[in-house]
């Protein structure tokens, strides 16, 4: 049986799923959408989906979990990619992290560094996760990515191809967009009313499926000398 064993396999071992689901969704972040195969997009997505909630609420703790989930990775920016190759190994090391060994998260150039020889240092994914992307979605519950199936199919195995990306910002959510209720939550939903005394409908006492449930509905239905006579 296979209990506790959701996801994907994805042909891998799991420290490999491990490191391509965290190398995915970084990327994810970081460019705002990936191309990749069906099935790999679709088990990013649920991860991703999980960061970006956890990133909302903003506080420390939540921050320890995103870092432990996710790891870091350093964002060179774009108009620095071309300098920072030129760069030697002792520069690079101050442009990647801060003098106490920790990357930089903010991506301001300190002052103690010389600005006309570094105009720029690197910022971290869970930096811009929490600052950037994060906020964008405070109230929305859910529905952060979006996955557009592709007409093509990749060379070499034929795989089906997936596109990726974080919903835009200036896209809002649809209004009619109903929340999905459980069918055990609405059992005890229709149970608690029917200890309030409030009127079922034979469908609510019907799915409800306890006899207690449907009394109060045949109670309101009947009259009171009926009720009197029973």
Do not use: C, W
Not at 46 to 59: D, K
Not at 82 to 107: F, I, N, Q
Request: hydrophobic share 35%.
């Amino acid at each position: 049986m296979r209990h506790r064993k959701a996801g994907r396999h994805l042909t891998r071992t799991s420290a490999h799923r491990v490191a391509l689901r965290r190398n995915l969704a970084q990327s994810l972040f970081e460019h705002g959408q990936i191309e990749t195969t069906l099935p790999k997009a679709r088990e990013v997505r649920r991860f991703v989906e999980r960061l970006i909630t956890l990133a909302r609420r903003g506080t420390m703790p939540d921050r320890q979990r995103v870092i432990a989930l996710l790891g870091d990775r350093a964002i060179i920016p774009a108009d620095g990619r071309e300098a920072y190759d030129g760069m030697g190994r002792a520069a690079r090391a101050k442009v990647l992290r801060a003098r106490s060994g920790r990357r930089h998260r903010t991506g301001a150039v300190p002052a103690a560094y010389n600005k006309k020889k570094f105009t720029f240092v690197a910022s971290s994914v869970v930096h811009k996760l929490m600052t950037e992307i994060a906020p964008r979605f405070k109230e929305q519950p859910g529905g952060y990515t979006r996955l557009i199936r592709l007409a093509r199919q990749r060379l070499g195995d034929n795989s089906d191809l997936a596109l990726l990306q974080l919903v835009p910002e200036d896209e809002s959510p649809p209004d009619n967009v109903r929340k999905v209720v459980g069918r055990r939550k609405r059992r005890a939903e229709v149970r608690k009313r029917a200890l309030r005394g409030q009127r079922l409908s034979r469908r609510e006492a019907a799915a409800s499926g306890s006899a207690s449930a449907a009394a109060p509905a045949d109670r309101a239905k009947a009259g009171p000398d009926e009720t009197e006579q029973s």
